[in-house]
């Protein structure tokens, strides 16, 4: 059961991302699913669908942020950190523009929390902290892999981001749960390390330091 809701919501967010209005009547079939996590998925997809509508964007040009990734929901435009918190923050919120004050304070490089919000929310939450590579975050992230009552969905982003970030405090962390009872759990600390040892080689730190110079 918990691997089909987990393909329907991949299903999901892809469709989101190729943001065509044709899946929208595909994408309504599934907004009340009785998985939260499904509903909300397909939810934000119709949303982030009508809205490039509505603006006459396209999924291409969303694509120029700093990391290059299909997001969800576009970021606003605003820059102010306090008001894009408050707005993060906020359960009253619609979803949609929580996500977008996400992706916002993502590309501005600041931290977000992980106990907000729902599974779908928090999962999101632990990407964005992997992508942003901050290790400011590795606490937050490992008490949520820790905490055994976590949604598997959430544990995993969060097992992920810690192999992005590759510290040795990560490293320790997702060594002790490759024996975890959850499968997902488990393969996604696999994966980590091996995130850990690439982005630890030398091969990778002198490229990157290349990078870093030429930019």
Known sequence: MRQMCNVLMFLGEA???IGS???EDILKEFCNDPVIEVAETCQLALDR???LSDT???PEKLLQNPYASVDPAPPFLESDVKILQGILMDEEKPLFDRYRAMFALRNLNTEQGLKAGSAL???EVAFVLGQVQSKASVPYLQASLEDPTENEMVRHECAEALGAIASPDCLTVLQRYLEDERRVVRESCEIALDMCE?????EFQYADTLLKVES
């Not at 690439?198 to 030398?202: G, I, L, M, W």
């Open 49 to 51: 669908i009508r809205w």
């Open 21 to 23: 209005p044709q899946v």
């Open 198 to 202: 690439y982005e630890n080689t030398p």
């Open 56 to 58: 006459g964007h396209t």
């Open 15 to 17: 469709l989101g991302a």
């Open 121 to 123: 929310f928090r999962h």
